[in-house]
């Protein structure tokens, strides 16, 4: 494939890091946070442009229930 992600999770937080590799814009189904973008970017919404890359958090305690 074109787009390359990994995630990694500690402290409470996850991040998950998206790579287009391809020519051509590409929608991913990853959610979060924008940290950063190569493309300078302060907005995502799941739409990668051709080889952008970004890093996007997700707080891990937004998912957790209290008893």
């Known amino acids: 494939d074109e787009v390359f992600?990994?995630?990694?999770?500690?402290?409470?937080?996850?991040?998950t890091v998206v790579l287009n590799f391809s020519d051509k814009?590409?929608?991913?189904p990853y959610v979060g946070e924008l940290v950063l973008s190569n493309y300078?970017?302060?907005?995502y919404d799941g739409l990668l442009q051709p080889c952008e890359s970004v890093i996007l958090r997700e707080r891990m305690d937004d998912h957790v229930k209290t008893k």
């Open 5 to 15: 992600a990994y995630r990694r999770v500690g402290a409470g937080e996850a991040y």
């Open 25 to 28: 814009p590409q929608r991913v």
């Open 40 to 43: 300078g970017y302060s907005r």
